[in-house]
């Protein structure tokens, strides 16, 4: 007698899924995250007021990032918006990663200069609530952009928002096809 066929499912992307939402929830458990109330003092927070949450302890470093997933087409300038609450002024740094490696984009305190890599200069602007502002997009932007928000004290939180460039909407592709 042959045993059955098995039924099982091919289920590694949602392994993966339930894997970077235990530990997304871990990292947020383990930074302690804290949002300090309204009108709060002796805190920094660029967060909308409908997002803010009562702190309940300790001190932490809490990120929102409204929009995780962004397209768009070449030339387009795009804004990587964030925002985040802490305690004093922190350290604000972008990455991006791609098939080609990691590259620092930027690095800053709110309300200084901001550090931005050669290969970015001319090409972002930088807002005292985390976000950034990339100019004029190609197909090469197209990638994981990292945010790590550090307090003095050394407590960081992480997030990733993630870009993709492409050649040109499906409406432009049909206006082109319609004019040949």
């Not at 059955?4 to 339930?18: D, E, F, I, N, Q």
């Not at 949450?53 to 795009?78: C, F, H, K, M």
């Not at 939180?157 to 319609?178: A, K, N, P, R, Y």
């Amino acid at each position: 007698m042959r045993p059955l066929p098995s039924r099982r499912r091919k289920s590694h992307g949602l392994s993966l899924g339930v894997f970077a939402l235990c530990l997304a929830a871990a990292r947020c458990l383990q930074s302690r995250c804290a949002f300090p109330a309204s009108g709060e003092k002796g805190g920094v927070s660029s967060l909308p007021a409908e997002k803010e949450l009562r702190r309940t302890s300790g001190q932490g470093v809490s990120l929102y990032i409204p929009q995780a997933a962004i397209n768009a087409t070449v030339e387009e300038d795009i804004l990587l918006s964030v925002a985040y609450s802490c305690h004093g002024i922190p350290t604000i740094e972008w990455k991006y990663t791609s098939n080609w490696g990691v590259q620092k984009i930027v690095e800053w305190k709110p309300g200084t200069q901001a550090n931005i890599s050669q290969s970015h200069k001319d090409r972002v602007c930088t807002f005292d609530n985390g976000s950034i502002q990339l100019f004029s997009v190609g197909v090469r932007d197209s990638g994981y952009y990292v945010i790590t928000v550090t307090e003095r004290l050394g407590s960081s939180q992480f997030g990733t928002i993630v870009l993709h460039v492409s050649e040109s909407t499906t409406e432009e592709i049909e206006l082109q096809d319609v004019e040949c």
